[in-house]
């Protein structure tokens, strides 16, 4: 009969400590299974009104590709274009996205305001090919080294000088012939 007495003591003891562990993760770190695996087989179209759509095969050429999963109505989207803009400009990678889910008149007019820094682009119109890669929301971020293999997944918006720099230092890692970040 005393351990019944126990009996909700030792429950919040577990459950304090099953919160206390939740708390020292980073939400961010969530662990990929695609990580040093081949991408995906995919064709998506181009947007409408343009012509290059994006397929595995265009991933597959030798050079370090960055895939970025966006889409005109994700905020966080929007906040990381910048840094974006730069990557494109800075030749450190072929840059190429997945438009995840959205209106053609949308997505067009997004990327007349903001600029295209994407030398390709695929519309994911259903999202299947984004659920393949892995993609838990947007914007969501991918290494592709020049073998088509997925070196580095990044969840969340590219929009501050710390989660910058450790992105761009696994790009150099990848684009100088290492292989983990």
Request: net charge negative.
């Amino acid at each position: 009969m005393p351990f019944r007495h126990l009996l909700p003591f030792i429950l919040f003891v577990v459950v304090a400590a099953a919160l206390g562990v939740g708390l020292t993760l980073k939400p961010k770190d969530i662990p990929s299974a695609l990580i040093d695996q081949p991408i995906p087989e995919f064709q998506l179209p181009p947007l409408e009104g343009k012509d290059n759509g994006l397929e595995s095969d265009h991933l597959r050429t030798g050079d370090v590709h960055v895939v970025n999963v966006f889409a005109s109505w994700c905020l966080p989207c929007k906040a990381e274009h910048p840094f974006l803009m730069e990557l494109a400009k800075s030749g450190k990678a072929k840059l190429s996205g997945i438009n995840y889910k959205d209106k053609p008149k949308n997505i067009a007019k997004w990327l007349d305001d903001l600029g295209d820094p994407f030398g390709r682009i695929g519309a994911d119109h259903d999202g299947r090919v984004s659920i393949d890669w892995g993609v838990y929301g947007v914007p969501e971020t991918f290494i592709v080294d020049g073998a088509g293999r997925i070196r580095m997944k990044y969840l969340g918006p590219l929009n501050n000088s710390d989660r910058t720099e450790a992105f761009l230092e696994c790009l150099d890692t990848i684009s100088n012939g290492g292989d983990a970040c």
